[in-house]
C-alpha cells in the first residue's frame, strides 16, 4: 500500500508542478551506503563476538561501525558528487 501511495504521489508532482525526482540522489547511492553498511556491521558483529562472547560488546561495536560506514559512505558520494 504505501508503495502505491508512493508512486502516485511521484506522478501527481510530476502532472500538477512538472517536478522531476532525483532518483539517484535520492534512492540509489543510499541503497549502495546501506550494503556497505549491513556487510561492514554484519562483519564487525561477527569478528568481535567471536573475540570476546559477549553479545552487548559485539553490539556495541556494531551500532559504531554501522554509523562510520553508512556515514562515511555518504560523506564520500556526496564529496565525489556522485
Known amino acids: 500500500f504505501p508503495i502505491i501511495i508512493f508512486i ?8 500538477c508542478i512538472g517536478y522531476n525526482m532525483e532518483y539517484r540522489q535520492t534512492f540509489i547511492i543510499p541503497l549502495i551506503c546501506a550494503c556497505i553498511m549491513g556487510a561492514a556491521t554484519g562483519l564487525t558483529y561477527y569478528c568481535v563476538y567471536k573475540l570476546v562472547s559477549s553479545n552487548i560488546i559485539a553490539l ?21 558528487h556522485l
Open 60 to 80: 556495541i561495536f556494531a551500532f559504531a561501525a554501522a554509523a562510520v560506514s553508512y556515514f562515511g559512505s555518504m560523506y564520500l558520494a556526496k564529496k565525489k
Open 8 to 15: 502516485l504521489n511521484i506522478i501527481s508532482l510530476y502532472r
